[in-house]
Structure formats: C-alpha cells, structure tokens
C-alpha cells in the first residue's frame, strides 16, 4: 500500500473509572479542560490542538493514538486502501476521523480538517545570563510556581509484540522514517525504533513514534512539551508539592536529547514533560545506536526498571 505521509501525532486516548481525578491531575500536570461530557473528558495545551488526551469513563487503561493528517483528501486516500468509512469527528475542533486498529489491537485515529483553537500565553522570559554572555541587565529572573505550561503532544511510546511487524504496519500507512534503531550485541535483529514523521526538508521532532518489541503489547509512555526548563523545574515543583508519583527525571537524554521529566497519572500510566529536543529533517537520515545509547541521558539518573 502507498499510505500518506502524516503531519504529527493529535492525541492519546485512554480509559479511567474516575474523569474527575483524571481531571485533577492532569490539571496539575499543565493540561486546561477543553470539554467534558457525562463519559468523556477532553484536554488542550496552550498551544492551537483542539485537545492533546481524551479519557472514557470505564475500566483504567490505554486505548490508543491518534494522529494528524496534512488534508481530508490524504485521510481519504487511506480509507480507500483500508477498506474502513472515514467519518466526521464529534471531538472538540470537529473535522475528519478515520479509526484503524494496529496489529497489536491499539487504537490508531487519523484525524484531519480539525478547527484550531487560540493559544494561550505562556509565561514571558528574560533572557538568560551565562558563560556565554549576561544579556539580562537591570532585570530580575522570576519563575512562577505553578503547573507547567504544556504545549503540545511531541510524541508516543508502545511496547509491541514484535517490533517488525509493527514497525512495517506504522511505516506502510503512515510514512514514518527511523531516526534511531535499537540493536543489541548478540541478538539477530533489532528491538526498535525511534521514528519520526516525513516533512521533507521542513524539521520535525526527532521522533514521533517509538516501538519496543518486548514480546507483549504494553503503552509506555506519552511526551508533553512544555514552554522551557524553567517551566518543567516548576512543573516538576508543583506535580512534587501535591505528592503525585515521580518516575524517571530530571535528565537529558541521548536520543532525541530532551530535557525530560517523567510523571504517572492516578492509573500508573506514564507521561514526560520533556523540551528543548532534536528537530530534524528527512535528509538526517536514519542511525543504527546501542543499548546504552537508549537507557543512557547525557546528563541525570538512568532509566528505572520500571520504564522499560
């Protein structure tokens, strides 16, 4: 199949017995309600997406992704080769959707034709003073306490089955590209990947995707940026003062390199806060790395057992 080549990773979509401490905490974590029903619950950033995660009331676990198509036209060239009816979207922003299932039974929502909503503003910035220069005269540095200022979804991470299989599902319909593969010293294939999406030579995050084949489907974890390092320290901050569960964090890593904090909601699912990361373009290309290159951070603790 020819697929299309997607834009960027819209949402994750999840299930919780409980909307309203769903809803707390994700407000802690630097998410704003942008619309709630009996059984729904759905949250922006500040940045122009309708909404970054949705919760069903239900049984707590992982649903799926959902992902941002350039146009309609790309959504319906997809159904055509799925086989599946795209439909209109009754999520905040409206639009298309276009529901898929991936060969380890996640979830996968195309979405394109969405509204934009206005961003919020974040907080200003005086510039930074260092061995590099002192810019900043005459003005004092403050940073409010308070929840992170999250911007966006930056990206999603799955443990699959089998890394190939779904490796070649995820590339065939949506044109991802490896930025960084996984390989073991004496194992015969690869783990996984990191992979972004294909803009051509317009940049893009390092990655969009990360596969880990570790014999049993699993959600790891989903990356929220936020404005700055300043913002994720407050972030940090205030998620510590209200006694939320504390992963894996402060660090940078070394693929990707992301400042990165590492949070688990009421339900035990993982979410980052994570900024100041790689943007690439098609031309990088695409990188064989090692174990350690995954688990190790340029700077910080190294990954808990727990994350794997």
Same mark, same amino acid.
């Given at each position: 199949?020819?697929?299309?080549?997607?834009?960027?990773?819209? @949402?994750?979509r999840?299930?919780?017995?409980?909307?309203?401490? #769903?809803e707390?905490?994700?407000g &802690?974590?630097g998410?704003?309600r942008?619309e709630?029903?009996?059984? $729904?619950?759905?949250?922006?950033?500040?940045g122009?997406?309708?909404f970054?995660? =949705?919760t069903?009331?239900?049984?707590?676990?992982?649903?799926?992704l959902?992902?941002a198509?350039?146009s309609?036209?790309?959504?319906e060239?997809?159904?055509?080769e799925?086989?599946v009816?795209? $439909?209109?979207?009754?999520?905040?922003g409206?639009g298309?959707l276009?529901q898929l299932t991936?060969?380890?039974g996640f979830r996968?929502?195309?979405?394109?034709?969405?509204t934009?909503?206005?961003p919020?503003?974040?907080?200003?910035? &005086?510039?930074t003073?260092?061995?590099?220069g002192?810019p900043?005269?005459n003005l004092?540095k403050?940073?409010a306490?308070g929840p992170?200022?999250?911007l966006?979804?930056?990206?999603?991470v799955l443990n =699959?089955t089998? !890394?190939?299989?779904?490796e070649?599902?995820?590339k065939?319909? !949506?044109g991802?590209i $490896?930025?960084d &593969?996984?390989?073991?010293?004496?194992?015969p294939?690869?783990?996984?990947?990191f992979?972004r999406?294909?803009?051509?030579?317009?940049?893009?995050?390092h990655h969009?995707?990360?596969?880990v084949?570790?014999?049993s489907p699993?959600f790891?974890h989903?990356?929220f940026?936020v404005a700055?390092?300043d913002?994720l320290?407050?972030?940090h901050?205030?998620?510590?003062?209200?006694?939320?569960?504390?992963e894996?964090?402060?660090?940078?890593?070394?693929?990707?390199?992301q400042i990165f904090? @590492?949070?688990r909601d009421p339900?035990?699912?993982?979410? &980052?806060?994570?900024?100041d990361?790689d943007?690439?373009?098609a031309?990088?290309g695409?990188?064989?790395?090692?174990l #350690?290159?995954?688990?190790?951070?340029?700077?910080?603790?190294?990954a808990?057992? $727990?994350m794997?």
């Amino acid at each position: 199949m020819s697929g299309i080549k997607i834009a960027d990773i819209a @949402y994750v979509r999840f299930n919780a017995p409980d909307l309203d401490a #769903m809803e707390v905490f994700l407000g &802690e974590f630097g998410l704003i309600r942008a619309e709630r029903t009996e059984n $729904t619950l759905f949250m922006r950033g500040a940045g122009t997406s309708p909404f970054l995660h =949705v919760t069903h009331k239900g049984e707590a676990g992982f649903v799926g992704l959902g992902f941002a198509a350039d146009s309609v036209n790309d959504l319906e060239i997809l159904a055509g080769e799925e086989g599946v009816p795209l $439909t209109r979207s009754d999520a905040p922003g409206g639009g298309f959707l276009l529901q898929l299932t991936d060969p380890d039974g996640f979830r996968v929502d195309v979405v394109a034709g969405q509204t934009p909503v206005a961003p919020l503003a974040l907080p200003s910035r &005086e510039a930074t003073n260092d061995g590099r220069g002192a810019p900043r005269e005459n003005l004092v540095k403050r940073v409010a306490a308070g929840p992170a200022h999250v911007l966006r979804l930056g990206h999603g991470v799955l443990n =699959v089955t089998d !890394f190939r299989t779904s490796e070649a599902w995820y590339k065939s319909r !949506f044109g991802f590209i $490896t930025s960084d &593969e996984i390989a073991i010293d004496g194992m015969p294939d690869s783990i996984g990947a990191f992979m972004r999406c294909d803009r051509g030579d317009a940049p893009t995050d390092h990655h969009t995707l990360f596969l880990v084949g570790s014999g049993s489907p699993k959600f790891n974890h989903a990356a929220f940026e936020v404005a700055d390092f300043d913002d994720l320290m407050a972030g940090h901050e205030h998620l510590k003062a209200r006694q939320r569960s504390h992963e894996w964090g402060i660090g940078r890593h070394l693929l990707g390199s992301q400042i990165f904090d @590492y949070w688990r909601d009421p339900w035990g699912h993982a979410v &980052e806060h994570w900024t100041d990361g790689d943007r690439v373009n098609a031309a990088w290309g695409s990188h064989k790395v090692g174990l #350690m290159d995954l688990i190790g951070t340029q700077w910080g603790p190294q990954a808990p057992p $727990t994350m794997a």
